[in-house]
């Protein structure tokens, strides 16, 4: 349908780079939704926190980018937030703990791969979303079942399907694909670290949502002082993010052969005056 509307343009995807992205995608869809399985919310919110700085660990060491001293105290600002907003319990064991590495790595370098590809082969969101979906829903429809059931020890065609639990679940898939290509967006025309700053204000929403539908449990002081905090942090980094210096890729150039070349004649020039 978006082929046709004129969205996806004709473009190319090396193999071996969209089979590392859905390998990726896929670990963290699974890592993420196992995390929680295996977790406390606590930690689980601890392990999303911690996707911030994985992911600039990934920016300066591939791209090569530094961070001001405000951005990296605004990030830290917006972490310290969130972290008051929504963690509480806070138990770990050993395998939910390797979930949450697994997941919270694997997230970071899908993330990173979406702006990576979209810079290289000059993919727009649609495209790469075009070239990517297709593929890995159908990796996730082959390989899905066996890892629920080895997870769960239930297989997932034993469920009792209805006419409105199959709305719920084509409702929930309409939604992921909006979702993914509002990510293929963000990411594309900012960064995984932006996309991540900007997706705790998700968390923020979901807080006063469920204030206004469900009432006053689960907010006070506590959790209205996180979301200050964090909105605080989301604009000053916004702010400090968006100035010269505030978030650059440094470039070595090294020095060209002409150069070089100019170099030693000077100095044969030098050698021949003083001779």
Not at 136 to 165: C, H, R
Not at 245 to 271: F, H, V
Request: glycine letters at 6%; charged letters at 15%.
């Amino acid at each position: 349908m978006a082929s046709v509307l004129g969205y996806i343009q004709d473009s190319y995807l090396p193999l071996p780079d969209l089979l590392k992205f859905v390998l990726f995608a896929n670990f963290s869809i699974v890592g993420m939704n196992v995390s929680l399985m295996w977790n406390s919310v606590g930690f689980y919110q601890i392990a999303k926190l911690s996707m911030i700085p994985v992911s600039c660990f990934l920016e300066v060491v591939f791209d090569k980018v530094r961070y001001s001293r405000d951005t990296k105290l605004s990030i830290l600002v917006v972490l310290l937030g969130v972290a008051v907003c929504t963690v509480t319990d806070v138990s770990v064991n050993i395998k939910g703990f390797l979930a949450a590495v697994i997941a919270v790595w694997s997230t970071a370098l899908q993330q990173y791969y979406v702006h990576f590809l979209q810079r290289k082969h000059s993919l727009g969101s649609f495209d790469l979303l075009g070239h990517t979906a297709p593929v890995q829903a159908a990796s996730l429809l082959l390989v899905g079942p066996f890892v629920d059931y080895w997870l769960t020890e239930k297989k997932v065609y034993a469920y009792n399907y209805t006419v409105i639990s199959m709305f719920f679940i084509i409702l929930s898939c309409t939604i992921a694909v909006g979702t993914n290509l509002s990510q293929f967006i963000c990411i594309g025309r900012f960064t995984a670290v932006s996309f991540q700053v900007l997706g705790h204000m998700k968390t923020i929403l979901v807080l006063i949502l469920g204030f206004i539908f469900f009432g006053k449990e689960g907010l006070n002081l506590h959790v209205i002082l996180g979301m200050i905090i964090a909105v605080a942090g989301m604009i000053w980094y916004g702010n400090a993010s968006s100035k010269p210096g505030g978030k650059e890729r440094w470039i070595y150039s090294a020095p060209s052969n002409k150069s070089q070349k100019q170099d030693e004649l000077s100095d044969s020039t030098e050698t021949d005056e003083r001779v």
